[in-house]
């Protein structure tokens, strides 16, 4: 996770979603930009349900879209079985079909829910959150780092060329700020490669 590399999915991931996520809203939609380099997206999701029936979460299928707005291509699709009503799906770039993404594109990311039973699920909120590592323009000088400063925030502001900037986190700051918001939770996380390991 550290390394922004593996993909990975989170359920059952407890609070509300971060306030500083690159872009965020209601409903099963948005629209987004990438910076020109990046290593992965972090799609943060939250659910209700048409009824009171909790139970039915352990039987509810996602399909996450990321297309081109400006052609209509796919650049990502992923179809799984939660068993929560939040969850983190993490996509490592080389998921995604970056050939059919031109520079300045404008993304849509597409939460699409099918009920496995009964009850059909309620996308109320997604986000979207870029994780990239800091550019030069924002390295920290050797006085900052020197400095006695309280504790960094989780994010860092990305330059980008044409749409001003971008809310990120390297690899390390996200790992740690989903590692210190599970610590007195129970862990339900999977990491997808040519192994898939549960923990």
Known sequence: MRNGHHRYCIECIPGKMPNWMSYSGEGCSLSFHIPPVFQGLAVWVFCTLE??????????????IIKNKSNGRILFKDERSVQADAWVRYISIIEMAMEDYCGDDELLLYIASKPLRVVLPHVKECGVHVIAEKSDSFKESETERNSVMPSSPPYHLLPHPHFGSITASTPLQWSDYLFSKLRKHNLSLSLYGKKTYFL
């Open 51 to 64: 009824e009171d029936v909790h139970d039915y979460y352990f039987v509810n299928s996602h399909i996450i």
